[in-house]
């Protein structure tokens, strides 16, 4: 499961705040989040504090939102190494 909670940044950019995995039918309905506000044109930042596990479809989303100048914080160790280790086998 995957709580998304969207905080409205006093700057204009739109967080959303993550809880719980990004795996399964909900890297989907991130996916769908995050393309609405790109759509509009928002700057968008995800926090990730609260991820304990992505799996392969979730990594690949959150590499392609990075290289969509989406901003990831607060990420666990975990989701960083996870994240380090998929995008290490896209560049080999």
């Not at 399964?24 to 596990?53: K, M, S």
């Not at 979730?58 to 975990?78: C, F, H, I, M």
């Amino acid at each position: 499961m995957l709580r998304i909670t969207t905080v409205e940044m006093e700057s204009g950019a739109t967080a959303l705040q993550l809880s719980g995995s990004i795996s399964g039918v909900w890297v989907e309905q991130l996916q769908d989040c995050c393309e609405t506000l790109l759509a509009h044109g928002n700057p968008v930042t995800l926090d990730l504090g609260d991820v304990q596990y992505a799996d392969v479809a979730g990594l690949e989303l959150l590499s392609k939102l990075k290289a969509r100048n989406v901003s990831l914080v607060g990420w666990t160790p975990l989701v960083a190494q996870l994240l380090d280790a998929h995008e290490g086998q896209r560049t080999t």
